[in-house]
């Protein structure tokens, strides 16, 4: 199937539409999550959020995105409350915290879950789409709902946006500013909550944690600016949306959340590996490259310290020579052709080499920096 025909599907493009529309709002919002390093609140929310869900059917009889999306909301906020209770009057780490929640809040929304499968009502079949997402049955009101709760969350943020930079870089300097970070500090966590609940119709509660980390991982592989890395983000993860719609698509029984969590993966993987200055192939080339300018400076250093016991500083010396003094640090052939290039070496006949003036000069400007005039002289003399 050709790309016009993939886009004529009007299902196609209602689940790429609102796959793209998640994937940036929950990338942009989640990098706030990365920032503050609290990567793990993703996952403890996105399962906290499995009771709240099927109790807001229980009490409303209604399987309506927004009903459910709201019910989500209220319970990973209170799984949220849960874990700042829990470290503020415990001796319980953050970490055994979020653990704590996430295990009881899920436990809780499976039981609750069980139940509601076993009620003779027919209604509440398909509840369980929540536990791994089912983009493919979105509808254009589901992709509205996502696109308006998104849009609120990222309004909200773009509002508390320098109060939210003191939060994440230097919260003591907010407070020193008379700025109430407690409530900041709300905010955002109230932010983070609806990035996550917007998508779990989508990828599910047990994908959803992906959706908010793996973006906002990748685009501080590319960038130090906050303003930049919420924009990449979001741009990664419309780009994962997209693409995992698209892919799902094409072959038969291919789930579309895990698809687009693994699209989401590639991108993490490609920015760990090639990302300028951060990357470890990046890491890998720069290292090399400094190994080797090591190597010819340490050539360029012998070749000068050879020359200084010559009346004749153009004086051949052999590579043997300059192999020994550097014994065990590698081959100076590849050292001699970089300072030739540089044209700061020559070869005076075949094995032999010695230093041009300019490389005598860059030579002096490097190694005698703390030489005395009287020692330059004597060395020009000579």
């Known amino acids: 199937m050709d790309l016009a025909g993939l886009f004529g599907d009007y299902t196609l493009r209602v689940v790429a539409l609102g796959s793209a529309i998640l994937g940036a709002a929950s990338g942009a919002l989640g990098s706030l999550a990365v920032l503050r390093k609290q990567s793990l609140l993703g996952d403890a929310i996105s399962h906290a959020a499995l009771p709240g869900i099927v109790l807001a059917f229980l009490l409303t009889g209604s399987k309506a995105t927004l009903v459910l999306v709201l019910g989500a909301a209220v319970a990973g906020w209170l799984g949220t409350l849960a874990v700042i209770a829990i470290v503020r009057n415990t001796r319980v780490k953050e970490d055994s915290g979020l653990g704590i929640v996430l295990s009881v809040f899920f436990g809780l929304g499976l039981v609750l879950l069980t139940y509601v499968q076993t009620l003779p009502d027919a209604s509440q079949a398909g509840l369980d789409r929540f536990l791994f997402g089912q983009a493919a049955t979105m509808l254009m009101q589901d992709v509205t709902v996502i696109a308006a709760l998104g849009s609120v969350a990222v309004v909200l943020m773009l509002l508390g946006w320098k109060e939210i930079k003191l939060l994440a870089f230097d919260r003591t300097f ?135 016991q010559h009346l004749d500083t153009s004086h051949g010396h052999s590579i043997g020579a300059l192999e020994a003094m550097r014994m065990g640090q590698g081959s100076a052939r590849r050292s001699l052709s970089a300072l030739r290039e540089r044209g700061w070496a020559r070869e005076t006949r075949p094995g032999e080499w010695t230093l041009t003036p300019s490389g005598m000069e860059e030579a002096r400007r490097r190694f005698d920096a703390g030489a005395s005039p009287d020692e330059h002289e004597a060395q020009e003399k000579r």
């Open 174 to 308: 907010g407070a020193s500013m008379g700025i109430n970070m407690g409530r900041v500090d709300v905010l955002l966590t109230s932010i983070i909550v609806l990035a996550i609940v917007i998508g779990l119709q989508t990828v599910g509660v047990v994908l959803m944690s992906a959706m908010v980390v793996a973006p906002g991982a990748a685009a501080r592989q590319w960038t130090d600016r906050m303003e930049r890395m919420v924009a990449i983000a979001a741009f990664f993860g419309a780009v994962a949306g997209l693409s995992g719609a698209v892919l799902s698509s094409t072959v038969q029984r291919l789930p579309t959340g895990p698809t687009i969590v693994l699209c989401l993966s590639a991108i993490v993987l490609v920015s760990l590996l090639f990302a300028p200055n951060r990357g470890i192939v990046w890491n890998l080339v720069r290292t090399h490259k400094q190994r080797r300018q090591l190597r010819a400076d340490a050539v360029l250093a012998d070749l000068y310290s050879l020359a200084g």
